[in-house]
């Protein structure tokens, strides 16, 4: 009996002696009860202190981190709270501080490389997206991604020089040194085998997806070559001229291109008509087949007197 009331008043002693020394600072208000258990100081319980009510919810990994290596101080306030003043910068600063840019709680690896690139104004496409990271990035062993320069000449300078002596000799015929100008990023090659030759700025579609030589007589790209659908096709000019509709009337107002795209010269679409009658939008939209079924094929091409075609009443309307 005299034991038992020993060990009982011990136990006492021991509890109010220990609730002085807490280690957490004055301002702790969580009970010691949230986080400890009888038996010993140092077995915390597990899911005790909901982290969430913190700023810092522990979230990916931290979830089985232990305590103590975040709070090495046990005053809980004292804490550092940026991944960086945690954990080291293994890219030596070529990133910038903010860690969250590229990383997660979940791991150190990295799934945003396309869209990184993308932000950068790089977006890795075709050859670029099957390259190496070090064959750009000289230090991505290291883990350094030091500033690279984004313009294709930093990069692709001997190949320009490298047509020498070609019909394309870049430099003879004095190309832009913005490869992009006639070159695709998303092409796995130069030429337009691989797609890494962009003629784009008069795209080749169409009746205009022929030999090079079509139009560069002789290959020679030195000689400029107009844009204006007359210069090649005068021809088709006359042929127009001369037939119904009358092209050297109503038509002439426009350029060729504003009608005619490259698949047929009998193909036609006019998009600019919306802006005095929609026939692309509202209500006649779907409802034609020709142009012919408002206008009269005549000199006037006239669309006046043809509404009646379709509409009984059209004084009504
Ligand atoms: C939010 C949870 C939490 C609360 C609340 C809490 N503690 Fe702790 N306490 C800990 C953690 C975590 C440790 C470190 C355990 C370890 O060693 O891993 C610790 C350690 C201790 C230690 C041992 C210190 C050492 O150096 O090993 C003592 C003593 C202690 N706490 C006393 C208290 C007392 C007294 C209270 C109530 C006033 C209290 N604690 C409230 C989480 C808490
Ligand atoms: C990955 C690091 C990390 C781990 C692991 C971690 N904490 Fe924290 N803890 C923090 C950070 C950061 C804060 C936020 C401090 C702030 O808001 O200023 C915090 C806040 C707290 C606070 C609130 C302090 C206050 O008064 O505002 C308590 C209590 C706390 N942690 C207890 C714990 C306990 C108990 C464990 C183990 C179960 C733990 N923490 C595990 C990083 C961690
Ligand atoms: C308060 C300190 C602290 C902060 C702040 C912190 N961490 Fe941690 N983190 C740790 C500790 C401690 C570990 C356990 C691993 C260790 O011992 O290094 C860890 C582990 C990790 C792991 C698991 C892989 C590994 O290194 O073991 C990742 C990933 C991680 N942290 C990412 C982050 C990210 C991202 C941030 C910012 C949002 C961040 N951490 C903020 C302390 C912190
Ligand atoms: C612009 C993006 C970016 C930023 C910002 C960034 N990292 Fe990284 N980090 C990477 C890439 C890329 C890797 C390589 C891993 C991969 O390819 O998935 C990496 C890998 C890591 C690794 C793993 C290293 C290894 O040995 O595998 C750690 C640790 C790391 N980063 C920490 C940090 C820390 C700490 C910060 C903040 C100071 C940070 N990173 C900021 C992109 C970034
Ligand atoms: C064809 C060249 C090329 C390849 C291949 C390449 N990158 Fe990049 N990367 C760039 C360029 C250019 C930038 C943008 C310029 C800059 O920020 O330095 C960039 C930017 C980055 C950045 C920094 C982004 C930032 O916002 O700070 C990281 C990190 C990166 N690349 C990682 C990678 C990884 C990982 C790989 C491999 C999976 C990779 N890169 C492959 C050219 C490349
Ligand atoms: C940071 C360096 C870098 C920049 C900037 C860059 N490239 Fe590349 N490019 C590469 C690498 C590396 C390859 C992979 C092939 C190799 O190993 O040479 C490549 C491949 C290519 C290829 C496939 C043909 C080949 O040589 O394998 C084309 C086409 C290409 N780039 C076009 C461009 C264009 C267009 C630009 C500008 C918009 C550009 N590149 C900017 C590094 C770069
Ligand atoms: C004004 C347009 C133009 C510009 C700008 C231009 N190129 Fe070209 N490039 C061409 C033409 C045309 C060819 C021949 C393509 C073909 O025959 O399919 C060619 C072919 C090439 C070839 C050879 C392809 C092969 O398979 O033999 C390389 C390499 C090349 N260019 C690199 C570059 C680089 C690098 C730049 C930028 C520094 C550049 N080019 C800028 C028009 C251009
Ligand atoms: C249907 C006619 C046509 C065909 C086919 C054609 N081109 Fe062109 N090309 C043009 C026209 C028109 C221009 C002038 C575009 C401009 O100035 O905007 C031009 C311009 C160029 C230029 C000079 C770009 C500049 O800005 O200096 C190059 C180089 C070129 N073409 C290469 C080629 C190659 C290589 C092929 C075959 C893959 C080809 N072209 C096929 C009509 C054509
Ligand atoms: C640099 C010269 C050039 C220019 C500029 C040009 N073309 Fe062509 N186009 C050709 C060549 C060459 C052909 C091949 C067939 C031919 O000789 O008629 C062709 C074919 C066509 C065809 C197919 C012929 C058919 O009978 O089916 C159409 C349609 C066409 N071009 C429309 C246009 C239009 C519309 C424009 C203006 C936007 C234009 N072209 C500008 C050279 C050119
Ligand atoms: C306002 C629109 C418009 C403009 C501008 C225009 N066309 Fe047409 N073109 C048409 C229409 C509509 C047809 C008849 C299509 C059909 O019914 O098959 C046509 C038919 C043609 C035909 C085929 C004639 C036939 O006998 O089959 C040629 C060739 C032609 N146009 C060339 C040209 C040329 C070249 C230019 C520029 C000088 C031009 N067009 C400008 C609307 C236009
Ligand atoms: C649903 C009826 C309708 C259809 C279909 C139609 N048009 Fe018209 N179009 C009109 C009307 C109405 C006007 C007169 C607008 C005005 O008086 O300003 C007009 C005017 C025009 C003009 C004269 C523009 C000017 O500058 O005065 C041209 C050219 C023309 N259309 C061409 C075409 C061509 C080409 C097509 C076929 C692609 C076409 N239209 C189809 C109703 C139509
Ligand atoms: C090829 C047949 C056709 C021709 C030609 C035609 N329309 Fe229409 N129009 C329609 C159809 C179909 C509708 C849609 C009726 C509906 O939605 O109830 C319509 C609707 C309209 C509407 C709107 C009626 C409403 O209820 O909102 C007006 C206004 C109109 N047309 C005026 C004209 C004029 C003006 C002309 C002559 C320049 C003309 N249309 C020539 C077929 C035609």
Request: net charge positive.
């Amino acid at each position: 009996m005299r034991k038992v009331t020993l060990f009982i008043l011990l136990c006492c002693i021991q509890l109010v002696a220990a609730e002085k020394k807490s280690p957490h600072g004055a301002k702790l208000k969580v009970d010691c009860a949230v986080c400890h258990v009888t038996e010993n100081w140092n077995n915390i319980k597990k899911n005790g202190f909901d982290h969430r009510k913190t700023s810092f919810p522990l979230t990916g990994q931290h979830k089985n981190v232990d305590c103590r290596k975040c709070h090495v101080s046990l005053d809980f306030k004292n804490v550092k709270t940026k991944c960086n003043e945690c954990h080291i910068d293994v890219h030596q600063g070529t990133t910038g501080n903010d860690c969250e840019r590229c990383h997660t709680t979940n791991s150190w690896l990295i799934s945003n490389v396309k869209s990184l690139h993308q932000q950068a104004g790089f977006p890795l496409r075709g050859a670029h997206a099957t390259a190496d990271c070090n064959r750009c990035h000289t230090s991505a062993s290291a883990l350094r991604f030091d500033n690279l320069r984004t313009d294709c000449f930093a990069c692709h300078k001997d190949k320009y020089y490298a047509t020498a002596g070609k019909p394309y000799d870049h430099r003879a015929l004095g190309f832009d040194t913005d490869c992009a100008h006639c070159h695709s990023m998303a092409g796995m090659d130069w030429n337009k085998i691989g797609k890494g030759f962009d003629h784009s700025f008069f795209p080749l579609t169409g009746g205009h997806n022929i030999s090079c030589n079509d139009c560069h007589k002789g290959g020679d790209y030195r000689k400029k070559l107009s844009t204006d659908c007359t210069t090649c096709h005068g021809g088709k000019k006359a042929q127009a001229t001369a037939s119904s509709p009358a092209h050297s009337t109503v038509f002439a107002r426009y350029s060729c291109g504003e009608c005619h795209t490259t698949q047929t010269w009998n193909t036609v679409k006019m998009k600019q008509h919306d802006a005095f009658f929609g026939i692309y939008s509202g209500k006649h939209r779907n409802v034609w087949t020709k142009c012919t079924d408002c206008h009269v094929n005549d000199a006037r091409y006239d669309a006046a007197n043809t509404c009646g075609r379709c509409h009984d009443d059209i004084q009504h309307l």
